[in-house]
């Protein structure tokens, strides 16, 4: 079962590269093997670099599920998830996921993430896009008023 919900990730990838919709990558999301959402990457045509394929099968899922937890779920992608979609599968809370192409079969597509994975390890101030942290007097209060909210969806 497994291999055939991948092989229609891997399809969608395909397609999406002859069909010009992005790049070559496909995810589709199962729940109960039953189909909740397919997409292929829509970088290009919708011009949001967040558009891969697995967050966009995840935004179809939870809207088709009408929940933002996709637990019970299970993410088919072509490729090994980058770290930005890593973090999305993660807070979707998805239960496992199949890949069949790894980050190093990506890479020689020249689609090289390795220089994110270690941007992770470096100091924020010190990363390619340096990052500042600004100690402002009020900076806390959003997580002071979430922390006193009674009728807060924790998620």
């Not at 992608?77 to 998805?94: D, H, K, N, Q, V």
């Amino acid at each position: 079962m497994h291999e055939k919900f991948l092989q229609q990730a891997v399809g969608l990838a395909s397609d999406n590269v002859t069909s010009g919709q992005g790049g070559p990558y496909g995810a589709i999301i199962v729940k109960d093997n039953q189909l909740i959402a397919a997409s292929g990457n829509k970088v290009s045509c919708m011009l949001d670099p967040t558009a891969h394929a697995e967050i966009v099968a995840i935004r179809m899922a939870c809207k088709e599920l009408n929940d933002f937890q996709l637990r019970g779920c299970i993410l088919y992608t072509s490729c090994e998830p980058c770290p930005m979609c890593l973090g999305a599968i993660y807070w979707a809370r998805l239960a496992k996921v199949y890949y069949a192409c790894n980050r190093f079969d990506a890479a020689t597509a020249n689609f090289d993430d390795s220089f994110i994975y270690d941007e992770i390890l470096v100091p924020p101030s010190k990363r390619a896009i340096a990052m500042y942290h600004l100690n402002l007097p009020n900076a806390l209060q959003p997580f002071k008023l979430w922390n006193e909210k009674s009728d807060k969806v924790v998620y």
